[in-house]
């Protein structure tokens, strides 16, 4: 599956998105289902997989459906919740 609005058949570029998490949609849905079945229990082993340095995106192109691009997903916090000296 793909993520919704991510462009397909696409050589280069770039995608910025924003993924409502509540959302079956926004999971691959072997992933949904290992983990509790539904959106949220999905989330919340995504959040637990961040926490553990665990989580990460990966495209599968059709010319390469094993994978071809590997990112591991990090917590980046607010930048107002940061405390500045």
Known sequence: P???GFP????????????????AAAYN??????NGGT???ARDALFNGLLAGGSYFN?????FPGGEIRA???????PST????
């Open 39 to 41: 959106a949220a229990s």
């Open 29 to 34: 849905p072997a992933f949904v289902a290992a």
């Open 72 to 78: 591991q997903l990090t917590r980046v916090p607010e």
């Open 2 to 4: 793909s993520l919704p």
């Open 82 to 85: 940061w405390a500045i000296r």
């Open 8 to 23: 397909l058949g696409v050589t280069g570029g770039s995608f910025s998105n924003s993924f409502n998490l509540l959302d």
């Open 59 to 63: 495209i599968h192109p059709q010319a």
